[in-house]
């Protein structure tokens, strides 16, 4: 061959984006087993992964400064990941002091292996979801965030995105929220075209 062929590359699509609202977020509580539901709950305020929520250690959990932490050699992007701990994260905590020396989210005494069972998609079922998975919960926390107005900047940090594209995804769900950037010109009147 005298030269490279040119192919023509497809984008790569968007990653799927499906989150809860909060009705659906209630109804699904309401169907989970408490341990499930608090789980749910802790992923939904905090944004971590479903790895993250399974294998968090108490020694990782700081209640007086209401702060977590996932170490670099447990999150995907392999840096450490600050994780502040809002009320409805403080409160999940608070129900599992003293249920396991180690591990803060527990069945019957051991900590949970696998949070896709049976009792998950009976669930989503009873509760009449549909096309969700348990990482649905991540998108969850980043959509009820960009729909509350939390800029970019600050939703990475939150959920411990490596990049700004990341976040991106979501910005979709709240268009408003640039409403006051675009609403700066009104300030210099409007334009009238010259006619000829």
Do not use: C
């Not at 250690?57 to 447990?74: E, F, K, M, N, T």
């Amino acid at each position: 061959m005298e030269r490279v062929p040119k192919f023509k590359l497809y984008r790569k699509a968007e990653g799927r984006v499906r989150a809860l609202t909060p009705q659906e977020f209630q109804a699904l509580l309401a169907e989970l087993p408490p341990h499930l539901a608090d789980m749910a709950i802790f992923a939904v305020a905090t944004g971590l992964r479903q790895a993250n929520v399974k294998g968090l250690q108490w020694q990782y959990v700081d209640l007086g400064r209401q702060h977590a932490w996932i170490p670099g050699s447990q999150h995907k992007n392999g840096k450490p990941h600050a994780v502040p701990l809002n009320d409805m994260a403080m409160s999940v905590l608070r129900r599992q002091l003293s249920k396991h020396p180690t591990y803060v989210f527990t069945f019957r005494g051991q900590p949970i292996a696998n949070v896709n069972t049976k009792a998950w998609t009976g669930a989503l079922k009873r509760a009449g979801i549909e096309d969700f998975r348990w990482h649905d919960l991540r998108h969850t926390f980043a959509t009820w965030h960009r729909q509350a107005g939390t800029p970019t900047h600050e939703l990475q940090r939150l959920g411990g995105w490596k990049t700004d594209a990341m976040v991106e995804r979501y910005a979709h769900v709240a268009p408003e929220a640039l409403q006051g950037a675009a609403s700066r010109l009104d300030a210099f009147g409007s334009y009238i075209p010259a006619t000829p």
